[in-house]
């Protein structure tokens, strides 16, 4: 009896630590699930070194873009392009960077860029 009480016992803290943890776990997938990746196209609006952003304009809309020190950056289309460097973009070059969304900026890992769409 002694010991199918303690059996009893131990397996009831065992769920109750199994489904604890469990939900931590999941939080933890789901938050790496939200991760967005998107694109945005359009043309070089405003270039912000200070901030590290861009803002891309589409029509009337515009879009914030961030870029960090790992961003690719690239000169031509995507059928004729070569490696360039953030100081060769200017502002009115058309522009389309991928990356992930925070929010509603766009935290660039690639952007090709040239001077006409």
Same mark, same amino acid.
């Given at each position: 009896?002694?010991?199918?009480?303690?059996?009893?016992?131990?397996?009831?803290?065992?769920?109750?630590?199994?489904?604890?943890?469990?939900?931590?776990?999941?939080?933890?997938?789901?938050?790496?699930?939200?991760?967005?990746?998107?694109?945005?196209?359009?043309?070089?609006?405003?270039?912000?070194? !200070?901030?590290?952003?861009?803002?891309?304009?589409?029509?009337?809309?515009?879009?914030?873009?961030?870029?960090?020190?790992?961003?690719?950056?690239?000169?031509?289309?995507?059928?004729?392009?070569?490696?360039?460097?953030? !100081?060769?973009?200017?502002?009115?070059?058309?522009?389309?960077?991928?990356?992930?969304?925070?929010?509603?900026?766009?935290?660039?890992?690639?952007?090709?860029?040239?001077?006409?769409?």
């Amino acid at each position: 009896m002694k010991r199918s009480f303690w059996s009893t016992l131990a397996l009831c803290l065992g769920l109750v630590v199994g489904l604890t943890l469990v939900p931590g776990v999941s939080a933890k997938t789901a938050k790496a699930a939200k991760v967005k990746k998107g694109k945005i196209t359009g043309t070089v609006h405003m270039i912000n070194k !200070d901030t590290s952003t861009l803002t891309v304009s589409k029509g009337s809309v515009q879009r914030p873009v961030g870029y960090t020190a790992d961003t690719k950056w690239i000169y031509g289309t995507q059928g004729s392009n070569k490696p360039a460097t953030f !100081d060769q973009l200017k502002e009115g070059w058309y522009i389309n960077c991928d990356g992930t969304f925070e929010g509603t900026k766009l935290m660039a890992s690639a952007c090709r860029f040239r001077e006409a769409k």
